[in-house]
């Protein structure tokens, strides 16, 4: 089970996006063979994806979560976590699916750049991704690789040089903006609060932040630590029906 947690914030609180969410019916995924030429299709077949990407329990959390956090005006979403393990790439996966159901063109970005995931999960082409078209001036369509209906994923690519500078080229560039401006959203899989800076550095990137707690699993000073000092403050999603993070830490870190 999933709980969204909405953030306190001064300002009038705004309507969910979209607002008329069940209103709309539901696109099922059409797991329809890819036609592209390439030796590795984009989409896959129920037998190699098993059926479904995420599983249906946590796609409806997913939708009620959209709809308690509001998202009006959403552009970039970055989906983050204390530690490893908490479900964050999951959650990115099941958002980015959730908001092309209803109707909205996405993208989800791979920014977990030490650990991507996403593309073997998918069965996609890791290549070209998102640091190849920074490095070696790719279109930013090029990178982009249509899994399911709405949704396409960009991968990292091929790395050159150290993470940190890797996510200082991409802040400097103008390609989320571009992305943006097209008219679809950007969810992320971002690396973790916690550990090394790349946590903090990819997060500093993105307009809008959801932190994905596990429930009975990471400390409270833990969390607290993550959170301080980042310049968005999270939207939190509880993964799990309980949790033991006392009150005075939501309050603190908007939980």
């Keep these: 089970m999933l709980e969204a947690r909405k953030v306190s914030k001064p300002a009038a609180a705004t309507p969910a996006w979209p607002a008329s969410l069940y209103a709309k019916p539901r696109v099922q995924p059409s797991w329809e063979p890819s036609t592209s030429p390439s030796p590795s299709p984009y989409v896959r077949t129920p037998a190699a994806m098993g059926g479904t990407l995420v599983a249906e329990e946590m796609m409806e959390g997913v939708r009620q979560a959209i709809q308690t956090l509001g998202v009006k005006g959403l552009t970039t979403l970055g989906v983050t976590s204390s530690l490893r393990g908490e479900g964050r790439t999951t959650l990115a ?55 399911s209906p709405g949704v396409s994923i960009v991968p990292v690519g091929q790395m050159q040089g150290s993470i940190p500078r890797a996510l200082s080229q991409l ?40 932190l994905v707690v596990r429930a009975n699993m990471v400390p409270a000073a833990t969390i607290v630590e993550a959170v301080a000092g980042l310049p968005v403050t999270p939207k939190v999603l509880l993964n799990g029906t309980r949790s033991r993070v006392p009150g005075w830490v939501r309050r603190l870190s908007g939980i």
Excluded at 107 to 132: M, N, T
Excluded at 195 to 202: E, M
């Design 93 to 147: 996966l099941a958002t980015a699916l959730v908001l092309a159901e209803y109707g909205m063109e996405t993208i989800l970005l791979e920014l977990d750049l030490a650990h991507p995931e996403l593309c073997h999960r998918l069965g996609v082409s890791k290549y070209p991704g998102l640091l190849d078209v920074r490095e070696i001036r790719q279109e930013v369509a090029d990178a982009m690789h249509p899994f």
């Design 171 to 210: 802040a400097k560039s103008e390609l989320l903006s571009e992305l943006a401006s097209q008219g679809v959203a950007v969810v992320a899989d971002l690396p973790p609060l916690m550990g090394n800076s790349a946590g903090r550095q990819a997060a500093s990137l993105m307009a809008d932040l959801i």
